[in-house]
């Protein structure tokens, strides 16, 4: 069954310092994987999105590895800021004829306190 | 662009009421889905369309649920009738077409919040 899952599922941590999130997969045929990011109250923007050939995309504070072999991605955010408080959700597509078939990981809910 | 445009930003309804959402994708998107999103089930894809037509409907849960797209800038969800479970934040997205159809980002709108009593 294809499944994602994150951890951790809440995360609070100090206006300044670093964190790492967890996404591991189950998906197969894997096609690509994204990272969302979702304020409260909005719809998810997306932050990366990384094929089977890539293992590291970053977007300013933010970089997300993939290891394809153990099915695993992280999120890392550098020097967090309060703005950064959000859920981080992983999606991960499984190739199908036409459209890719999207599995969505129910999210990290992250708190940044100053 | 203004993104993706939903409306109404919040509905509260009797439960067997019909209620209909709609969405303006960005112009010059060939993708349009549909997505619940509940605390429980976190984000789930309902439908979406290619150029107006219906490519996969398998996660609408049941008939009460139907969605039209009649034209490239304008769609529909329409749940009939309603039932207290259908509360979630209801989201529309769109992409554009890509060759290889597999780095398109998929633009969010800012939701719908149902509330059926």
């Known amino acids: 069954k294809n499944q994602v899952e994150q951890s951790p599922q809440s995360l609070i941590i100090l206006e300044g310092k670093n964190c790492t999130l967890q996404?591991?997969?189950?998906?197969?045929?894997?096609?690509?994987l994204r990272w969302y990011k979702q304020d409260t109250g909005r719809g998810p923007v997306s932050l990366t999105i990384m094929t089977f050939s890539e293992n590291t995309k970053s977007n300013g504070r933010y970089t997300a590895t993939l290891d394809a072999d153990t099915k695993q991605s992280s999120l890392h955010i550098t020097a967090s800021q309060l703005s950064d408080s959000a859920s981080y959700i992983c999606?991960?597509?499984?190739?199908?004829?036409?459209?890719?078939?999207?599995?969505f990981g129910t999210g990290t809910r992250l708190l940044v306190s100053p | 662009d203004a993104g993706v445009i939903q409306s109404p930003r919040h509905e509260v309804t009797e439960m067997g009421q019909e209620v209909t959402l709609r969405c303006k994708p960005i112009?010059?998107?060939?993708?349009l889905f549909w997505y619940r999103q509940t605390m429980m089930r976190g984000l789930e894809l309902l439908i979406y369309?290619?150029?107006?037509?219906?490519?996969?409907d398998s996660g609408m849960p049941e008939d009460r649920f139907s969605a039209k797209m009649p034209n490239a800038s304008f769609s529909t969800l329409k749940i009939q009738p309603s039932e207290p479970r259908d509360s979630a934040v209801y989201f529309c997205?769109?992409?554009?077409?890509?060759?290889?159809?597999?780095?398109?980002?998929?633009?969010f709108g800012p939701g719908t919040r149902l509330l059926v009593l």
């Open positions: 112009s010059g998107h060939d993708y």
């Open positions: 996404c591991n997969y189950t998906v197969s045929p894997f096609s690509n």
């Open positions: 999606v991960v597509s499984a190739k199908d004829t036409g459209f890719q078939k999207l599995v």
């Open positions: 997205a769109s992409s554009q077409d890509s060759a290889s159809g597999s780095r398109e980002t998929q633009y």
């Open positions: 369309f290619n150029n107006n037509v219906p490519i996969d």
